[in-house]
């Protein structure tokens, strides 16, 4: 498998150094005991938001602390769009709090900072943009703010694939490089509300797992629960490589038509272990809830299952996107950080990302893979099998006053 070309514009080391004689940003406010953040932007990319620490390192000395690193990712044709050409990236810096009242911004403009970049051989290099502390505009003078950064581009090749129809419908799974793509995985959805465990290990059905849940009266639950789903992964030889397996069923709170984070549906991902493609061994735990909110959310928790037992685990990935719109689920160290998931992490970098659609819109997931996770097929394919459970908790996520497609409930439509 050969990996497309990927670069990550990394924006980094941000620290704001403020002069004594700089004006209040409000009456009787002074800069030093107020909120600062930068908005970074880049033409045709979304820009991006972060708080500015204060630092009183004096000269030229690095900064006490730092922001967390931001970062932009370059694909192939972007690549190709920018080499040879100036691009421009402009971090404007406010001293306020970030967001807006009544539709204007809050922040006061403090000043702005261009960095030129050119990404000529960017895939195949580190390029060193910027370094060190910059003037905020066009200020001179020893009281003139100043600005602390990193920017810099790095090679981040990833293998890109991607389903070719809807998870639950079996598809093919192409592999993308450039213009073509081919054929990589096959795809097996099934969903038998009377097993909850076929081709998984019998200790999986033991309460020392603790994923498992039982349940009084079975017949009450039929019509309220969706369980039983499983997609397996399988080679071009046709062998199983991975699955995920719907190990906790998504099931509706008390009262309640959605499926709620106090009780979340789970899925167990799994790659096959040793010789017999029948055995099959944890790698993750993906659990999925509905959100309440002024956004209507999925919500979702991938851990990464350790060898210390299988109730043992790391969180890798938590967040929420939105149900109209979908979004992208993501592995990434630098969004752990934001979110304070970095305890004992094995992440670094970019590990994966796949897009999901909203709900009840047709879903093609794209699944973006960096090259330094994958060392087999094999382990291709958990990724797969990863966003086929993400996708597919969209649909388990549905409230219950609506009905499925027949391909996730097919006994309830021959019924």
Not at 226 to 248: C, E, F, N, Q, Y
Request: charged share 20%; glycine share 8%.
């Amino acid at each position: 498998m050969d990996p497309c070309p990927f670069v990550r514009l990394i924006v980094e080391s941000l620290a704001l150094k403020l002069p004594l004689a700089t004006k209040p940003a409000g009456p009787g406010v002074h800069p030093s005991a107020t909120p600062c953040f930068c908005k970074i932007r880049i033409k045709n990319f979304p820009s991006l938001t972060a708080l500015l620490p204060l630092s009183a390192s004096t000269g030229e000395s690095p900064p006490e602390s730092t922001a967390s690193a931001l970062g932009f990712h370059l694909d192939g044709a972007t690549l190709r769009r920018l080499s040879g050409k100036p691009v421009t990236l402009r971090v404007s810096v406010y001293t306020g709090r970030m967001g807006s009242t009544c539709g204007v911004s809050s922040g006061k403009l403090l000043g702005r900072v261009k960095v030129s970049m050119d990404f000529a051989g960017a895939e195949a290099k580190l390029c060193l943009f910027q370094n060190g502390w910059v003037k905020l505009g066009s200020e001179t003078g020893k009281t003139s703010a100043r600005l602390h950064l990193v920017v810099r581009a790095e090679a981040d090749p990833r293998f890109v694939f991607q389903f070719g129809g809807e998870p639950e419908c079996s598809p093919v799974v192409f592999q993308i490089q450039e213009n073509r793509s081919q054929p990589v995985f096959s795809c097996k959805f099934s969903a038998d509300r009377n097993s909850r465990s076929r081709s998984l290990p019998s200790d999986f059905t033991t309460n020392n797992w603790g994923w498992m849940r039982s349940f009084k009266g079975e017949k009450e639950w039929a019509a309220r629960e969706r369980k039983g789903w499983m997609i397996t992964i399988h080679d071009l030889s046709g062998s199983p490589v991975a699955a995920a397996s719907m190990i906790t069923p998504f099931v509706p709170s008390p009262g309640s038509d959605r499926v709620s984070r106090s009780n979340p549906g789970a899925w167990v991902i799994l790659r096959t272990h040793g010789h017999s493609a029948s055995s099959w061994k944890p790698w993750g735990r993906l659990e999925a809830w509905r959100e309440r909110g002024p956004v209507d959310g999925l919500g979702y928790k991938f851990v990464l299952v350790t060898d210390n037992g299988p109730t043992s685990g790391i969180s890798i990935a938590e967040a929420t996107m939105s149900v109209k719109k979908g979004g992208q689920f993501c592995i990434d160290s630098r969004i752990m950080r934001d979110s304070g998931l970095t305890t004992r992490s094995p992440v670094k970098g970019f590990v994966m990302n796949s897009t999901v659609e909203g709900e009840r819109q047709v879903s093609k997931p794209v699944v973006q893979v960096g090259v330094q996770h994958v060392t087999c097929m094999a382990d291709a394919a958990l990724f797969i099998a990863l966003s086929a459970a993400i996708d597919l908790s969209m649909d388990a996520c549905q409230l219950f006053s609506r009905k499925l497609r027949k391909e996730l409930c097919p006994d309830v439509h021959e019924s």
